[in-house]
């Protein structure tokens, strides 16, 4: 018989055990005690659930027994066509349980967006690899859609993850009873500050601005944005046509410069100083031309000058910040981190515009949010064309991060607002968003299948002597 350890030894080893478990109890305390545990074998790791953990587990499984896991059982793509700033394409997500599923935006804005890629990346790409997933698993999901491709960062693969992966939490939303801004904390804004696009035309171009604005301030809008476009560019070719033989369209970059400048001279002049104003250069001028204007808008204080420079002349804004105060925002140009991050950790920026399906949907966009408010740096997502789903992705982001900074909002068309029943309501110049479950839209699919997408066309621009430059619209 072996004689039992006793005396002294004993007790030396009993405080040493005791010692090595207080030990690996403050381990876990500090973070990953189970992991720990793990890897030493110790006592921790067979350690008994307590009564309060077990009370917990038991909490989470009686509520998954009542909620078990919806599973896709079917990926569409429905669009439809209402008009340059109104073409809308989103995703719907169908599961495996009656009268549950949901839709998320995937518009590849403007002419030009590729409208069709996005769909064949849905359709042949993002379907056959969420099919039967369980959909409560959406950052999973989103990285195994990111992931699929060897290519990451590409705009028509980030508007299909988008738009699956926003139904995604459209479901979540609609599961719990609850928006989806209510999944995410919750409110800490009543409701987002909106601006207007205005338009100042070809004659009179001050006159026409100050005309515009005054109507849409009368409706309770306190700012406004005038976009540089060719559909004011309003030049004539070097054969004195406004359009080259190929039905290309001429844009004089010095002309359209005075024009904006005269314009927003008799708009500060004519309006209330409060009313606040924007550009967006749509990356038009070339450089020298873009650092000049930007000291040029200095005087009528901006709430922002957006997209000066387009992302493969990110290092100006290095310039332009050394010479004026202009505010400076880039958007839905820019897509790949790459891209914008240096920008806003040299706060060389004082907003991120991306049109949220272009990064991947509001699982990518809830992250630039976070780590632009680390630098100051606020958002104000691109809002058009966007459809009716994407525009409350973004209210959502914006009641519910720190640094908001201000919402573009388009007007929808009767046709849309007939096919996306729940847009977000606009009063007193603030959109108010819905307390209905998920993104609280429902899509009229019979009415969207009678509206096709078809006004897409190449973005082709020129200067007035036949040279090709970067276009928008
Ligand atoms: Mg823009």
Redesign the pocket.
């Known amino acids: 018989m072996t004689k039992s350890k006793s005396g002294r030894a004993g007790k030396e080893a009993s405080a040493a055990s005791t010692l090595e478990r207080r030990q690996m109890l403050r381990w876990g305390m500090l973070g990953g005690g189970a992991a720990v545990a793990s890897l030493f074998n110790c006592p921790l790791a067979q350690a008994a659930p307590t009564a309060k953990e077990q009370e917990a587990q038991a909490a989470v499984e009686r509520a998954t027994r009542g909620m078990p896991a919806p599973r896709v059982r079917d990926v569409s793509v429905i669009e439809v066509g209402g008009g340059g700033n109104n073409d809308s394409m989103v995703v719907k997500v169908t599961t495996d349980q009656a009268g549950l599923y949901g839709y998320g935006c995937a518009t590849a804005t403007f002419p030009g967006g590729r409208t069709n890629l996005v769909r064949a990346a849905v359709e042949q790409y993002l379907k056959p690899l969420v099919m039967g997933k369980a959909t409560d698993r959406i950052e999973q999901i989103w990285q195994l859609c990111y992931l699929s491709s060897y290519y990451k960062n590409d705009v028509v693969q980030n508007c299909a993850i988008g738009g699956v992966c926003d139904a995604l939490w459209d479901i979540k939303g609609r599961q719990a009873g609850m928006p989806v801004y209510q999944l995410a904390g919750g409110k800490l804004r009543e409701a987002a500050d909106i601006y207007l696009h205005v338009g100042l035309g070809a004659q009179d171009p001050g006159k026409q601005l100050v005309e515009n604005a005054r109507k849409l301030v009368e409706k309770g809008c306190r700012n406004l944005l005038v976009?540089m476009f060719l559909r004011d560019g309003a030049a004539n070719n070097l054969y004195g046509q406004p359009k080259f033989d190929d039905g290309s369209v001429p844009f004089d970059r010095d002309k359209e410069t005075r024009k904006i400048l005269g314009a927003f001279e008799e708009f500060r002049k004519e309006m209330p100083p409060e009313i606040g104003l924007g550009v967006?250069v749509?990356s038009l001028l070339d450089s020298t031309r873009a650092v000049q204007f930007c000291k040029d808008v200095e005087p009528f204080k901006l709430f922002y000058c957006?997209?000066l420079f387009p992302p493969e002349e990110a290092g100006h804004y290095q310039v332009v910040r050394r010479l004026c105060t202009t505010p400076l925002?880039i958007?839905?140009?820019w897509n790949n981190p790459h891209e914008w991050q240096p920008l806003v950790e040299g706060r060389l920026i004082d907003y991120v515009?991306h049109h949220v399906s272009h990064i991947g949907g509001y699982t990518a966009a809830r992250k630039v949010a976070a780590f632009a408010a680390n630098y100051e740096v606020k958002f104000a997502w691109?809002g058009g064309p966007n459809s009716p789903v994407g525009h409350v992705t973004n209210l959502t982001l914006d009641l519910t991060n720190t640094n908001f900074g201000i919402h573009?909002q388009i007007d929808y068309t009767p046709l849309v607002q007939d096919v996306f029943q729940g847009c977000i309501e606009v009063k007193d110049g603030y959109a108010w968003i819905s307390e209905k479950p998920g993104w609280g839209i429902e899509v009229d699919e019979a009415l969207a299948a009678k509206h096709p997408i078809i006004d897409e066309h190449p973005n082709e621009t020129r200067t007035p002597d036949g040279s090709v430059i970067q276009g928008?619209g």
Do not use: I
């Open positions: 976009a967006d749509h957006e997209d925002a958007g839905e140009l515009r691109h573009e928008a």
